[in-house]
């Protein structure tokens, strides 16, 4: 069987962009890789099949080991959607062995796709969300015309009301998004991530020029932000938050706004919006209003022991929503340092 690390192969993200796959994004990179391994202590194995210099075949998985929620091979943690990057179905098929094979050796109880829907033709997902991305136009007025005229007109209102975006890859504005992360994730009743993840990307994708953050600010305070990340002519809206205190203000549709400006700019040809669950009808409409094409995205988990695909449960909403919204924020933000890496 062959796999390999990222980390320690040589010129793989030069490899990765010489296999024009249509489903190679971001998060197949040496870069994600980064951040999980050094956040979470995760275990990269990446099965291939190989031609000089570029890829046949694909297919990441990150080792996730925990006590709490036993060791399992996931593709890949903390993405919305990564699909395997194989060229035919007997390409995957050969891969997905060899990863049931090493799964048996190192005890994992199960394989956990995130995406590649085409490659499972019969298969039930165990899980589906929405996924939503924009085909960038020619020019900015173009691009400005397809939206929504709700969406317009809250652009608008943002510009008039006096809010600014600043577009940035340094740690500070990192920090300050970090902050309106853990007040979004209070409103919604979650844990946010440690604040070490977020360092790892400014490190490992921000300072790298394969990122940005994007802060709007009412009279200096930060109202709104995203994180984006690009590679490849394409780019992704990763992280979103804002200050519900200013929602009136509209921050969070100019700081899109300013990113599809930004990546218009530079030649940037798609934006992924990310993952909807289904039962998130606001989240699925504002990403609508953007003119974004809607997908389902099918999650496959295969049980090693049991030989079979299995289900899951979408564990985003439920009671513990109320517990979250409810504690203290050092709490929460607590709790997310310990958990986060079992949940992957």
């Known amino acids: 069987m062959q796999w390999t690390n990222p980390l320690e192969a040589s010129n793989w993200d030069a490899r990765l962009n010489s296999q024009n796959h249509p489903a190679r994004s971001f998060f197949h990179s040496s870069a994600w890789a980064n951040v999980l391994t050094e956040t979470y ?16 075949s694909l297919l990441p998985f990150m080792e996730v080991s925990s006590r709490l929620t036993g060791k399992r091979a996931v593709a890949l943690p903390f993405t919305d959607n990564c699909d395997p990057l194989c060229t035919d179905k007997a390409g995957f098929k050969d891969l997905f062995h060899n990863a049931i094979e090493l799964g048996k050796l190192r005890g994992w109880k199960y394989l956990e796709f995130r995406g590649g829907r085409n490659l499972f033709a019969g298969t039930q997902p165990s899980l589906s969300y929405y996924g939503h991305g924009l085909d960038l136009p020619a020019n900015e ?49 979650l844990p946010p991530q440690p604040d070490s993840f977020f360092k790892n990307i400014q490190k490992h994708i921000l300072a790298k020029n394969h990122g940005i953050v994007l802060l709007a600010r009412w009279k200096r305070q930060p109202v709104a932000g995203g994180i984006f990340f690009h590679g490849g002519g394409a780019a992704v809206y990763k992280f979103g938050a804002s200050d519900e205190n200013f929602q009136h203000l509209r921050g969070n549709n100019l700081v899109v706004w300013e990113a599809l400006r930004y990546f218009l700019r530079r030649g940037v040809k798609k934006l992924d919006l990310g993952r909807t669950s289904t039962h998130n009808e606001g989240l699925r409409k504002f990403k609508l209003a953007w003119n974004a094409k809607e997908k389902s995205i099918g999650y496959f988990r295969f049980s090693i022991p049991q030989e079979k695909f299995v289900s899951a449960h979408d564990e985003s909403s439920g009671w513990h929503n109320r517990v979250f919204n409810a504690l203290p924020s050092f709490v929460s933000r607590t709790i997310g340092n310990i958990l986060y890496r079992h949940w992957a």
């Open 41 to 56: 202590g995760y275990k990269p194995f990446y099965f291939l099949t190989s031609e000089p210099g570029s890829f046949h």
């Open 141 to 189: 007025n173009m691009l400005f015309e397809q939206l929504k005229s709700a969406t317009r007109r809250a652009i608008r209102k943002a510009e008039k009301s006096g809010v600014r975006v600043e577009i940035s890859t340094d740690a500070d504005a990192t920090g300050s998004f970090y902050e309106l992360h853990c007040k979004t994730r209070k409103r919604h009743g």
